[in-house]
């Protein structure tokens, strides 16, 4: 009668929300490199950041405790979703019929459906309490978008968000979202900034990406004192904020008696795969834990960690950022049009990349058709349906967990479902109706999009 | 610097998962009138129904138990979203400067975004454990269809969906999650049925409605034994199922030290009122508790509660279902296609309708402007978006918390949220760009509507 195995659900009571977050530099071998003025090649300070961002969010960027307090403010907003749900899929397993244990941290439940207001929640907390009166960002699928709109509904902040134009076109409802939560969305490239402008003129039909809306975003933030900037992966301060999921998920798996062997995220900026890595890293760096496998999976179409270059560059496709040193595809590079629009950044977190060149991390690269396959045989077995993003991380664990069943071994495998899909839901018409096609880049178009790296570092 | 008083949730650990449904039918001081048979006008017997429903599901439909124990099965499976929280909207009570205490339970984390799994889970277990292997049923907005693909998935039965024709056009997304969920949805009315076609000679451009839509589902079921009919709301099993809702209010609110004065809950088939109402009506007819108002809020563009009859109807367009006595706009009604599509049923559950005429509930309708305008004020505050059903629900609760903050009295409201609103978007657009529109029935067209009941009862 398939009467299901069960999946398990593990909860915290909320007085196990996390009272700091955890900062991976305090526990790194080596320091992450510097990050540069692009006027001098000297590192930068923090006035040199003052125009964009918070003095608090500064200080979070650059600090090197371990512990860094979350605001009680704060962690009474994350209260409404958090602790977050841990689940062991047994289902899935049984599906599978693997012997492998598979969990996963669900980062959907959340208002706006995604991890994001983990770090949209503080950087409006900070913005608020210094006195800003308007934020701009960038987003691309637009989980980034309405976790800031709806933090800045709370903080009463007025929100500005450049969203991706194929992002903007083939996800109306996300933009509907940010509309409802009372923010203010372009499709960029717009006519509003001259960066947009300039592209507009070279390329009109241009889809958009991620680089280019940060251009715009920053752009209108340095324009006026009382208008910053917020970014939604990338720099150490939101990969910080996002550490609450892993330290959650290490006193979840406590309550299971488990541990993992292998933890998976998907990776596009980076921060949804640190918040679920990095405090379990950090006791394996103590050598207070046996080793983990740590798997970082990326879409083929946007290849940074398997096919780009560790090398200082621009975040953002105008050259209005500082130089970062990162895994980059080149800050030209304008990816295709997947449908998993938060994984389209030419770059990645300047802080992941270090750890990967440290040897720390494996990156991997899916192609969109297999990652929405395992998607819906997640959904036909655990009920939740992934967002694109998160597919990425779910067909990572099939995968380790069909290994496990070839080798009979059984691990113990964690990822991280960063978010729903329910925003998302024309991709799986796209999907189901034939319509999506797979790309992967050659070495020569690789190296194309590299040559025009800037010579520095 | 606008910091927000915080939403508060009350968790309940799983083991306070209710471990029995309860059937208000065993506290009723009257009965409910019994169903009658189309042909003879006799009470109908639990072998009329059989060729439909599974034998467990029959039981329950008829029984008089106070307490129906919830097979643990169905329990581990609820344990993936239940117990539900409920939050205080702190956030909302401070935007309205109200005295009153504003709670709501929220049914948005199940995997298919609304409460309607609570009945889809146990309906697919007993058909299951019983042999089906094919279940028909309608579905409006399709949260009830989407919720019985994703029980189906999980029990291995094929699912058959008939979604009436407006909603299949308006909501894309819900019929994709159906089918990613592995069903087979038909936009109704179709020409697979005899009903359907029959309405489709006369309407060719018929919008549908559930009536419609419930006749090509139960004929399908009638022609075979190994396909059964699941109805989504209106039936007393249905309800039944539903009380979780309110059983898990009643744990929680003990938790926060409160006891509703106001209990609300929109109503279309009336499944979700039921569920929340229901538990502490019961305490209240058993002389436990004081008595609490409990208001049923449905869109004045389909007013079955405040502009029907009470009267025996049948409960599909095509008169394939036993006569129930019930609130009905007649059974030939087709409502405008407004977005809470959920709630364009020309009946009430004759349970629920012969509490209404006991006086123990207070029917209201409001128009769907000022429903999504509630929406909207609550995302902006609370950050959930509400589906377009819970909007009403919304919208009474902020009425009351308003004529407390005039009257200068502090009343403690709930009201059930029944469902997120993710899938929804295109109704929230069309709203933010002035396109929906408000309709109110005369009473001659009413009166109109009604001249063609049957004679029955």
Redesign the interface.
């Known amino acids: 009668?398939?009467?299901?195995t069960?999946?398990?659900?593990y909860?915290l009571?909320?007085d196990k929300i996390p009272a700091a977050w955890y900062n991976i530099q305090a526990d790194l071998p080596a320091p992450v490199p510097p990050v540069l003025h692009p006027g001098t090649g000297q590192p930068i300070t923090p006035a040199d950041l003052a125009p964009l961002f918070p003095a608090a969010i500064i200080e979070q960027e650059v600090s090197q405790e371990r512990w860094i307090e979350i605001p009680s403010?704060v962690r009474?907003?994350y209260?409404?979703w958090r602790p977050a749900p841990l689940?062991r899929a047994r289902?899935l397993e049984k599906a599978l019929d693997t012997p492998a244990k598979i969990y996963y941290k669900y980062e959907g439940?959340s208002?706006?459906?995604s991890h994001k207001p983990n770090t949209a929640v503080p950087q409006a907390?900070y913005s608020?309490?210094e006195?800003v009166k308007r934020l701009t960002t960038e987003t691309g699928a637009g989980q980034w978008g309405s976790s800031l709109a709806?933090a800045g509904?709370?903080?009463?902040l007025e929100i500005h968000v450049y969203m991706v134009k194929v992002s903007y076109q083939q996800k109306?409802?996300r933009r509907?979202?940010m509309?409802?939560?009372?923010a203010r969305v372009v499709a960029s490239p717009s006519g509003e900034t001259n960066a947009g402008r300039e592209i507009l003129k070279q390329h009109p039909d241009s889809t958009g990406s991620l680089g280019i809306a940060i251009s715009e975003a920053v752009e209108i933030a340095a324009q006026d004192d009382s208008t910053k900037y917020a970014l939604g992966s990338v720099l150490n301060h939101v990969l910080l904020h996002q550490t609450v999921i892993g330290l959650e998920s290490l006193a979840q798996l406590e309550l299971a008696g488990d541990y993992p062997d292998i933890i998976i995220g998907c990776t596009g900026g980076g921060s949804n795969f640190a918040g679920i890595a990095f405090p379990f890293m950090g006791a394996q760096l103590r050598g207070e834990t046996p080793p983990v496998r740590f798997v970082a999976v990326e879409p083929a179409a946007c290849p940074t960690l398997t096919k780009g270059k560790y090398a200082y560059d621009y975040g953002d496709t105008a050259h209005l950022t500082p130089l970062v040193k990162m895994h980059t595809l080149g800050s030209s590079f304008v990816p295709q049009g997947i449908h998993a629009g938060g994984l389209r950044y030419h770059g990645m977190a300047p802080l992941l990349s270090h750890i990967v060149e440290l040897g720390l991390i494996e990156p991997r690269a899916h192609t969109q058709l297999d990652c929405f396959a395992a998607g819906?045989a997640f959904?036909?077995?655990?009920?939740?349906?992934p967002a694109p993003e998160a597919n990425h991380a779910v067909k990572a664990a099939i995968d380790e967990a069909l290994r496990c069943k070839e080798e009979g071994t059984s691990k113990t495998v964690l990822f991280n479902l960063c978010g729903?899909g329910?925003?998302d839901?024309?991709a799986?018409?796209d999907y189901?109706a034939g319509k999506l096609r797979d790309t992967e880049y050659s070495a020569e178009e690789v190296a194309m999009a590299l040559a025009g790296l800037p010579a520095v570092g």
């Open positions: 009668m398939g009467q299901p069960d999946t398990v659900k909860i009571p909320e403010p009474s907003i209260r409404q689940y289902r439940v208002p706006a459906g907390y608020a309490i006195g709806f509904a709370l903080f009463n109306p409802y509907a979202l509309e409802a939560y009372g819906v959904a036909r077995t655990e009920g939740i349906m729903h329910h925003f839901m024309q799986y018409i189901q």
